[in-house]
Structure formats: C-alpha cells, structure tokens
C-alpha cells in the first residue's frame, strides 16, 4: 500500500471481515477529521497569536489528537496490510510458502496485539479501579495515578486521550483474527 | 541478546518494524529485570511522542498531498525546469536546488521531503526519470533541511551542550554547503549512469508560459517562506497556511480540485500520517527503556575506554552514532547521546563543542533515512509507493556522499582539537 | 544497588553537576554498595513522564521545576509568587523556611516523598523591542503554569506557552515579544543579541523541588533513608547558596557581552502584582503564611 494508490479494499467475505471492514472504515474517517481539526487548530493558533489572544490550550491539543492519530494509524494498517516491513523475504517466495508467511506473520500480529493487552489491562486496574471506588481513592491505595493525571491547559484528564490505547487495541484484534481468517480460508484453495 | 536476535530475524521475515521495536523493548525489560517498567508502559508509549516540533509531520503531508492532488507541484516544477539550462538530469539539479532553498527555511527532513516528494516525483516520472530514482534524489535532498540552518537538530544540541544556537547555526553553514555540493557531484554520476534526460530547449514564449501558469502556484512556497521570516507563524503552522492556500488555488484557481475532495485527502493524510507517527512512537519506547538500562552511558564509557586520539575517538562516535540512527529518531538521539558523549569530547579529547555538534547532528540526521527504521524513509516511501527497501538501495550513492562529508569534518575537527591530531 | 535519578537540566547546568556530586558522595559514603546513575537533559521524558516513573518507583529521585507539581496541586504555585522576596539570597532563606517545608506534605499525596529544595536564577524579562510603559500587549512565552499566566494576563500581556525547542526561533523571527528567561539563560542562548532590552525585574523565584519515589522510599532501610535525606540536603543548600553567586556572574557577563540591562520596577506590570495577591491569597491560603515570612526576610 502507499498513500499514492491508496484504496479501501471492497467486498468483504463473511461477518468478521465484514467487521473488520466496517471498524476500518470509521477509523479512517475519524482519522481523516482529526487531521482536519489540527489544521484548522494551527491555522487558529496562528490567527490568534498574530491577533494578541494566543489560545494557550490549542498546542497541547493538537498534540494530543496526533498521538492518538498514531495508535489510530497503528490499528488502520493492520487493516490495510500497510504496516512498514523490510519486507526482503516476503517478496522472492512463490505463492504457497507466501501464504504460509503471511498467516504466521498475522499469527505473531495476533501475539503481540495479546500481549499489549495484558500490558495494557493491568495498567488501567479496571477491578482496582471499582474496588477502589474513585480514581484518587485507587491512586493512594496503589500509586497508580492514572485516572488523576490531568492535562496541562485543557482542563480536562489524561485518562480521556489514554483510552485510545485500549480502543485501537481492541480494533486492532479485530482486524487481524478477520486477516488470520482470510489467510486460512486463503491456504484452503488448491 | 535474545531481544537483539529476536529483532532482526522477525525484520527479516517481514513482520511490521513498528511491531518489531516494541516487541524488543518488552524483551528488554523483561531480561533487565525492571518489570516495574511495564507499570506505566502505555503512558510512557503515549508520552513518547507527545512533542510539538512532531506536529510537521501530519501537517506537511497534509501539504504534500493538497499540492499533489490540486496540480501545484506539477506547475511549480515546469516553472523551475523553465529557468534550468538544458544539460543532463537537469530536473535532478532543479530538485536539488529547491532542496536547498526550501532548507533555509525549514528545519526538518521528514517536512521538506514530504512536500517535495509529491511536488517533484511526479513530474520527473513525466520527464522520463525512473519513479524510484527521483524518489531518491527528493529523499537525499531533504537531508539538508537539519544540516542548513534554522535546525531543528540543532537548536536541540544547542539546549543539552549550552551553546548559542546562533553560533552553532553558523558552524553548520559551510558542512551543509558541502553537503549540497557532495549530492550535486552525485547526480552527475547518476546522470550519466542512468543516461537520465536532458531538459528540453525550451523557446522563450514556451519559458514565459510556464512561469505565467505558476504565477498562483507560487503563492504556496511564498506563503511557508513569508509566514516564517515574517513573523507571523511557526514553522508547523507555516504548513498549515500554505495548505489554505493550496486549497484555495487548487479550487478557485486552477479548478484541479473541489472542496468535495478534502476528505479523500485528510483522510489519506491520517493513513500514512499514522503509520509513521506509531513507527517513531515505538522507536522512541525501546530508546527510552535501552536509557533505562544505561546503554548510552555504558557506549559511551566503552568508546572512551578504546580511543587513544581526539581521532579515534570521534570515529567511534560516528560509528556508534550510525548505529543509533538506523532506529532512533534525531531528536531523541541528540537527547540520548549528547549528554555523554559531548564531556568526554570536550574534556578528555579537547574537541570543539560546535564541529562536534554538527558532526553528532548530521550523522543522526543521517538514520532518517537508513534502513530498519527511519521516519523519512517511510514517508517518502508511502508517498511516492517506492518500497523502503528499494529506495534505501537506491540512496547508497547519497549516503555515501554523507558519508564522505563526515569524514572530512570528522578530520578537520580532530586536526584542530587541543589535544592535536 | 542501582539508583536513578532524572532531571530536564543539561549536563553544564548547576542541578545537573549537583546530581552528579551526590552520586558521588553516595558511592562514597556507602563504599559503592550505593550507586547513582544521572539522566540529564530529560533522558528519561519530560517531567510528567517522570512523575510517572517516580509515582511507580521506576525512578527514585529526581529534580523537578514546580511546573508540573503545581499543576497537580495548586498549593506549589505560590512559590513563583511575584516580587515575593527582595533578592536571591532570601529567596533561598525562604525555601529553607517553615511554609516551604510545610509545603511538602503536599507531596505525599501525589506519591512522592520531599527531600529539600533547590533554586535557578531569578526570573528576568528579555524584550524584542523596546520598553514604552509597560509590558501590556507583548507576547511573552512563559510555561503553561495557571499562576503564571494569570500573571501575564493580569499585566495586559499575551502570555505565549511555547516547547523550549520553538522559543529560539520564535523568538529570532519574532512570534513573540519576550520571555520570562534568567540571567544564565539569557547569556548561553545569546537571547541579549536579539533584544532590545533585557529588564532586570528579578520578580520571582524559580524553584526546584528534590523528590523521591514515595514508593521506593518505604523500601529503604532507615539507615538509608536517612543517609539519601541527609546527602540530598547538602546538595540542595550547596544549589540554593550557588545561585546568587551564579546570577551576579551571568548578570556580569550580560554586561561585558553588551546587553541593555535595564534594572525597573514592579510598575512595568501596572497594576498585576497586587491584583494577583488579592485573587491568589483566597486561592491557596498557605500563599499568606509565605508572604509574611518573606516579608520578615526582605527587612
Ligand atoms: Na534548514
Ligand atoms: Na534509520
């Protein structure tokens, strides 16, 4: 894939790709309006300061729709087989072998993605967090301040923008158990 | 050890280097011992990257992929050809040239080659150039935006060595022009190696045209250059008026585009965008555990261990530094080098703070676009659909001229430290 | 055992060299079973990544600028009260003193355990152009730190944040008018060559707070705890005894290099200082107590 001849694969077999596909599709359009908004959050940025009244917060805004473009980014190449590879093997082997990568390759996709769930599950302490019954009570209780870290012009939590983490996870499952499907049903055609 | 292996035999197989980097830097904590790192792993990800200068990245493809699409590049590019003599590669030394023009404004790699990328490839292709070599030549020429002042490299050694970013700015002058002269030397070769076509002669009607039909086009540069110098934006929201105005030509003007089409292109923005901001993110996670574990102290202490001469010493250094490149972003590698290589030079070496400076900001300059994992390269390979490996192939000539550049400056230094040579 | 310490200073900087003194004396003092490693310049994040470091016990000690304390808890911002102390050497009299140390309690809630308090120079103001008045209606970068800006605003100025790699070309291209910079800032970056005056305001402190992990801290022996306290105590009052000394020295090189240094009064805010007072005081109470214990110091 590249962003030259970019297109949005069409036609999707069975409910899980039919899942995936539709998950990609509202990523790529939040994407595409978060790309929008830190345009127009410069040109403002500009505008303002040019005119005397800097909008102080509209910085670390930005920035932070750009992280979460990331990890939005992350999950979208998944579905869109456009994650960068060095890519040298892949390329010499005939058919059959290659599609035999491709599922291990979706195989250690699926791994991974396992693993930074874990991470991710224990790090946002949900039954602690209940347990707890505030963020601050859990924050004494385990020195986790995740649910208190604020923002520093925004006025509003850390946790909000965090929670891109577990969403694009999540989607990011979803697309890659619908590829493992494809390679599976692939590798049954003679 | 096992993270090291681990790491290059799944690049090998062709699993997402993104992936790949943050799979190491798991391992990593895991055989260090310092488990307690997993904790806040998913804030420190996120935090990796929260950093304004970054923000060039999303909005100068956003730039790139406006002038592609709304017929700027092309007629900004004939307009160039139309001033250019008729000699060989000619569209080569036209792309050159708007390289460095664009590098005294702009401070950033990934910006400038993002922007030129789209405005150039595409009409070299037109003229006859194979797609991948101009892709490499656009590429190569965004090397001089850090090297050629304002830097953004630069300005951040300034801050870890306390040094006047003015007078680092002024000893990076003369090694960018040599630079641009060394990548000038290289297309010839590659000129008359690839046989690559001769500007046409043009009549001076068919001149006047060209720069008649550019007259709005050149609005968009004039907008970068002018918001700068003039005071009125910072370079990240330089590219955000200059996409204004490419919308408002592209639409109004030259009719190449309808408002309608925004979307595909934001969109289009936020895939490739994504992708390489999640691939600087994951770099930037196994940087900081490898910081963790002392790494850069320990390479440090080791290289000071090997050197007997300010020589010696500088060589390791480029070579340690070409190392780190060919993951770590420059930022983050002036940030985790700096600190320690720079007293050892200066105190134990008597190197120059300045030329040590530019060397250590050039070479990692260098990793944008070296292979696994360099945030240039990747762009330039979504944007112009050359694979990364192709176009990293293709660069060896380039890389060699920086390399060259280096090593001249790596010897120069080492002859003038008070240590002697 | 390995130890960690982070800081955002560069390795020339007086905190950085004070981190590596006191990695030295805790590798002496311990006969090496101690050992300290420093990551300056920010090597481990920026200070809110840190604080997450320290709040996990990743990290053990660090220097921090009440920048990221106070936006946590408001209570840290009425150390950079303005024209609270006279001069250097009572500012770092009040940071030794009853409300400051009071002050750290504050830190136990945000999983940190105090150990002193340092200091950089005292904030001065690097103008583009010249002075007519006032500062009302320049941009002037300052950190996004609510007393701060409310400051700013409250002297009719534009404050501008800006990520310190921005400021040097912002400043150079005139995005903004001015900044809130110190003596020693102004002379490394050459700041003075771009201004058309630098104004000797000296109106506010600019402290560092040395923290441990709260978390790490209960795992220490109290033999060790109280070794590291006392360590990291001689090397905050050795900071906060230097930056007189290092102000005087940069203020002397700004002169030699040239620069117009202008020595005004609080007048160029108009009318912000007491206005700030009166809105701040009802804000954060402890701001009374460290008004009248400055004001002891300033007779
Ligand atoms: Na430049
Ligand atoms: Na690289």
Redesign the pocket.
Known sequence: MSGADLHIPQAPHGPLARLSHLVMRAEAALGGAICGVIFLLMLASATFRGLRHPLIWADELAVHLMVCLAFLGASLAIALRGHMTMGLLPETLPPRPRAWLALAGDVLILMFLLVMALVIWRWLDLPGLIRAGSGAALAQKTFSFIYTDPTQTLGIRKIWFWLIMPATGLTGLIHVTAQIAGDLRDLRQP | MIAGLSFTVLLLLGAPIAFVLVAAALILIHEGGNQILLEGLPQQFFAGIESYPLLTLPLFILLGELMGAGGIGRRLLAFAAALMLPVRAGLAYVNLLANLMMASVLGSTVAQLTVMSRLAVPEMERAGYPRDLSAAVTSAGGLLAPVLPPSMNLIVFAAVAQLPVGDLFRAALLPGLALALAFALVIGWLGWRHNLPRIGRQSLSARLNAARAALPALLVPAVVVGSILGSVATPTESAALASLVTILVAVFVYREMRLSDLPRVLVRTAVTSGAVLYLVAAAQLLGWVMTFGNLPHEAAAMIRDLADSPLMFLILMNILLLLI?????PVPGIILTAPVLLPIATDVYGIDPLAFGVILCLNLA????????????YTASLMTGVSAGRLSWLLTPFFGAVLAVLAGLTVITALQSSVGG | DELRIGLITPPPHQWTRSAEALAAALDQETGGRLKLAVFPSGQLGSEAQMLQQLQSGALDLAFLTVGELTNRDEAFGILTAPYLVKDAEAAAKLLEGPTALRLQDHLGPLGLKGLGYGMAGMRIVALSKPLDGTVAGRKIRTVPLAQELDFWTRAGAAPTPLPLPELFDAYTNGQIDGMQIDYEGTFNNRFHDYSAVVLETEHMIFPMVAVASARKWQHWTPEDQALIARLVAEETARIREAYPQIDADYRAKLEEAGANLVRVGPEVFGDAVATWYEHWRSRTPLLVELEAEAKALNE
Do not use: D, K, M, Q
């Open positions: 490149g060919t993951v770590l972003e260098l990793g944008l676009l070296t292979p696994p994992v360099g945030a240039g390269l």
